[in-house]
């Protein structure tokens, strides 16, 4: 408000609730104002006056609204600004003799609610940008509907954005709006500190630059020659890495405020979070795509070895019968012959055929092997469990393997379990287990070579211990021995052999709950050492 005396000035200071009285002729009868300031002047000075003649025209405006109210003659409330932007509600209370009218400072209130409506505008236009960013898919499709939004907001005509190659070391043109596809091919690689993009990449900071149609300076040529006044540029990241930049730029205004600088601030860090997060999924769905058609090659792969193994496990079962039948036969000759006591043999003969019977009884050996394998490969081999005598078991081993010992002189030692103790196991196989390491023991040794056997009970497990002196295995060939069919080239074929024997040695301990495990030193020899459960 203003007085037209020449000693009154109009100060912005608040002004605190006041009032003023007028008579029935809009004379001011009474006044109280708490910050004089307003008027400079004391109140004493207003009384007598006319309302209309302490107001200039700049504020008759506000003698209307009073007068308009005081005809109506009844209560009133409104508020007025005056163009010093102070902000009064104002009161009005007539009567029949007078008017009380008070005044109330707002100024600093609506300043307030100007605040957090532009707050509000901000905050609404963020989470606005922050649904887009977590609701889109593609990085063009999030950048254009970023764009849409905050070109409106901020009043802009152009972005870039800039991806960093790594291996090149430069950016490139992934995503553009307001520039045309020539200008966009022609900078569609830009070297680290080149342009105003190349160095905030080059540097990894902000770069704001106004007033760009009077600059000189030869960073902003490039914009300027595009109509841009004013451009700001910001390094994207994530988890301290650089992604690339993030600009927009405009060609109607010189400056953008702080608060503008804020938003693009914010919007630049939550796109740089949808970024990676769409580069890291991107890189995860081209990994899922190279697993889905390694998985799609490994199945028709498995279903080709499935086949394959079928079919040998068929025809090994094929063959093994097959072979049973005949062997059987020579085994029942060879028995009669040997024991026909009307046409004794000779002892020559005696010797040659028996020669053939132990000939036959490895083969069915081998043969027993084979088909045991293949069940225990298809599931159809049934467990057998009752109490044994381990000391037992082993002497049995030893007496059926100690003829071949004995052609190549090589002794057998076994230390017995000391112990009377059962073991609640599958006889049959333990005694399968313990021949197949025996034998071995004894075929892959030198001439006058020794085998030594050891027994033990620990922590509720059998331990069987098979060492020999033999010619002993490679630390290559140390996981290929237990494969099926496996035989080592440095042995095969002098030494006798199928391969199976290790290979079913493992099926079997495992199918008694148990383990195997070797160690060996070529020229030394090997040790092969079981771990079976005690059983019950």
């Not at 342009?195 to 902003?220: H, L």
């Not at 070895?305 to 093994?320: V, Y």
Request: proline letters at 2%.
């Amino acid at each position: 408000m203003e007085l037209k005396d020449k000693n009154i000035k109009i100060y912005q200071k608040p002004l605190n609730d006041s009032y003023f009285i007028l008579d029935e002729k809009l004379c001011i009868k009474e006044v109280h104002i708490d910050n004089c300031d307003l008027f400079n002047l004391p109140n004493s000075s207003l009384k007598g006056r006319l309302l209309k003649d302490v107001l200039t025209e700049d504020y008759l405006q506000f003698f209307e609204h009073i007068f308009s109210q005081i005809q109506k003659g009844t209560p009133a409330i409104f508020e007025f600004s005056i163009k010093n932007n102070l902000a009064m509600e104002v009161k009005i209370y007539p009567s029949r003799y007078q008017t009380t009218v008070v005044l109330k400072d707002k100024t600093k209130l609506t300043h307030i609610n100007q605040i957090l409506k532009e707050s509000n505008k901000k905050t609404s236009f963020l989470s606005e940008v922050s649904n887009d960013i977590i609701l889109s898919k593609e990085p063009k499709q999030l950048l254009t509907s970023l764009f849409d939004k905050i070109s409106a907001y901020l009043d802009l005509d152009l972005y870039v954005n800039y991806i960093l190659d790594d291996k090149k070391q430069k950016i490139r043109l992934t995503n553009y709006q307001g520039i045309s596809e020539e200008v966009a091919k022609e900078i569609e690689w830009l070297e680290m500190g080149q342009e105003v993009c190349g160095t905030v990449a080059r540097d990894q900071t902000r770069i704001v630059a106004e007033d760009v149609s009077t600059s000189s300076d030869p960073m902003v040529q490039l914009i300027k020659g595009l109509g841009v006044k004013s451009y700001v540029c910001h390094p994207l990241f994530s988890n301290g890495k650089l992604l690339g930049t993030l600009s927009f730029g405009s060609n109607k205004r010189e400056k953008f405020t702080s608060d503008e600088l804020e938003v693009v601030d914010q919007v630049c860090k939550q796109v740089a979070i949808s970024l990676e997060r769409r580069f890291l999924i991107t890189k995860l769905e081209e990994k899922n795509e190279a697993l889905e058609h390694s998985n799609y090659e490994l199945s028709i792969a498995k279903e080709e070895s499935d086949q394959g193994n079928k079919a040998k496990t068929e025809f090994l079962l094929l063959m093994s019968h097959e072979f049973r039948t005949p062997l059987n036969t020579i085994n029942g000759f060879i028995q009669i012959l040997l024991s026909d006591l009307q046409n004794p043999l000779s002892e020559e003969q005696k010797n040659r055929l028996e020669k053939m019977r132990k000939a036959s009884k490895q083969l069915q050996f081998m043969i027993n092997d084979i088909l045991d394998f293949v069940r225990y490969d298809i599931g159809t081999l049934n467990l057998e469990f009752d109490y044994i005598d381990i000391n037992d078991i082993i002497n049995d081993c030893i007496h059926s393997i100690i003829s071949s010992a004995n052609r190549k002189d090589i002794n057998i030692y076994y230390h017995e379990l000391n112990t009377n103790v059962l073991i609640y196991s599958d006889s049959k196989r333990v005694k399968q287990v313990i021949i197949n390491l025996i034998s071995n023991a004894v075929k892959y040794n030198t001439e006058r070579g020794k085998v030594f056997i050891k027994s033990t009970i620990e922590d509720k497990n059998l331990i069987i211990e098979v060492k020999d002196t033999g010619v002993g295995i490679s630390e290559d060939e140390l996981s290929l021995i237990f494969s099926p069919f496996y035989r080592s080239p440095s042995n095969f074929p002098s030494i006798e052999g199928t391969g199976i024997g290790l290979a079913l040695v493992r099926q079997i301990v495992d199918e008694l709950g148990g383990d195997v495990s070797v160690v060996s030193s070529v020229g030394k020899g090997s040790s092969f050492v079981v771990k079976i459960p005690i059983g019950m």
